[in-house]
Each structure stands twice: as C-alpha cells, then as structure tokens.
C-alpha cells in the first residue's frame, strides 16, 4: 500500500492505493472506514487482503479523521460522497468496474456511491451499515447537539433513506456483513438494508456471532473472518474482481426457489 495525499475543496485527504497485480481491467477495491474515531489505518489488512485476490485497493481518511485535515464537526454525508467521489475519479481507470465496501456510516456513502457509479459497480460489501433521512445529508455533523444529531435520532426517521432506493435498485453483488452484539445500529435498520438488497442484488448475509459494532476493528484482527468476507464479495466474479459471465437465473435464486423468467439486457 502506498501513502499518498490528495487535495479537495481545500482539504488534504490522507489516503493509500494498493495496485494488486490484476492488471488495468481489474476492478478496485474502494473501502470506506466509519464515522467517530475512524480512520483507515485498521482497514489495511483489508485491503491487503482484496489485493491478494488481485484487485487493486483505495482508502482515505474523510475530512477530519486519521492524517487528513479539517474538523470532523464541519463535515456531512455531502461531503464525505463527493471526496470518495473525488478520489476515485482521480486514482481509478475511467469506467473500471469499482468494489465498495463501507463500515457504520458509509452504509451510507457506499449507497450514493452506488446510485452514482451505476453498472460500474460490480460488487458490494457493507458492514453494520447506517442509512439516514434524506434531509440530513447536507447537514454539518456538528458536536452531538445540532441538528444533523436531531434529525438521525428522531425514531424512524431512516424508514425513507434515499439510500434504500439505491440499494433496492442495485442488481449486482452484495454481501452484508452483521455483528452478533450491535450497540449502535438497530435491528431493523439492518433488516431494512437487507430487505433492499434482496430486491435485485446477488446477496449473502455473513454473520459475525462474536463481533460487535465495530467490525473494521474485528476483521483486522481476525484472518479467517477477514478472508470470508473478501471471498463472498468477490464470490461470482472473475479474476480481480473482473464481473464474471452471468449464471443462468435458476443458479443464482435462493434454495428452494424457482426462476419463472428472465430476459436478455
């Protein structure tokens, strides 16, 4: 992996790129860390890892977190979608197909991600994922008593994320990873994520049984969870994470389900 800074509407983003030897069609790996105390460095054996499958891996440190600059009050979902925006365009081949994986609050931006990459994005991965009512994104996140804290603890008010329509409409391949014990994503935001993704994505559920919110954290530590993970995302992909031939349907429904049609694109 190798350190490299990158700056956007006047901010200096720390961030890596790792070139997995998949050569220039090999899709790259974009992991997003989450919010609080977050950064990119527990996310590197991560990377190391979708490296080892030969893809190619980016990450940074969003505006104020980790080695990049600004305050963490003054950024917003906004702006944390347009500087993953901003890095991918800059560091990854034009219309390469593209991984996305968030952990907590980039649930979220993986989802914008999604809605604006469209068919470049080949697979996704998304770990205690938070999704929020639209009108917090331009929100500045403030210090816990402002109004983007106000709008994302009012009860339900995640029911009309645009982030749900953006995973209901993603058709490609989807993996949610979900820890045993979560003190800070309810239940049944998670099974509201999952109901989407199994609207039209090629979606696993991979439990965690012994992990808690923090599942950056947990997969850094732990090989062999960190190894499933990256193999069930790039599960039904080619080499790199290269989108493979398509299975016929009846290979891809759930056991003990049928196709009843299907029809070419």
Known sequence: MRPFVYEHGGERLSAVYGDGGGGP?????????????????????????????GCHALALDFSGHGGSSGALRESSLRRRFEQAVALIDARVPREGPLV??????????????????????????????????????????GDG???????????????????????????????????????????????????ALTARARYTRLELPDAGHQVAAWLRDHPEDRRSFVRAVLSRLGGGGRPATRARPAEQVPEGRTAADSRPL
Not at 110 to 127: P, S
């Open 100 to 141: 996305l994986v968030g952990f907590s609050m980039s649930g979220q931006t993986v989802a914008d991600l999604t809605a604006h990459y469209g068919e470049r994005v080949a697979a996704l991965g998304l770990c205690a994922p938070a999704v929020y009512a639209g009108e917090a994104w331009d929100v500045p996140f």
């Open 25 to 53: 069609g090999a899709a790259t790996a974009v992991v997003l860390h989450g919010a609080g105390g977050s950064s990119k460095g527990r996310l590197l054996p991560l990377l190391g890892e979708f490296g080892a499958h």
């Open 145 to 195: 008593d402002g109004r983007f804290s106000a709008i994302i603890r009012t009860p339900g008010s995640w029911r009309t994320a645009p982030a749900l329509d953006a995973l209901r409409a993603y058709a490609g391949r989807a993996v949610l990873a979900v820890p045993g014990t979560d003190a800070v994503i309810p239940a049944e935001v998670t099974e509201a994520v999952q109901r």
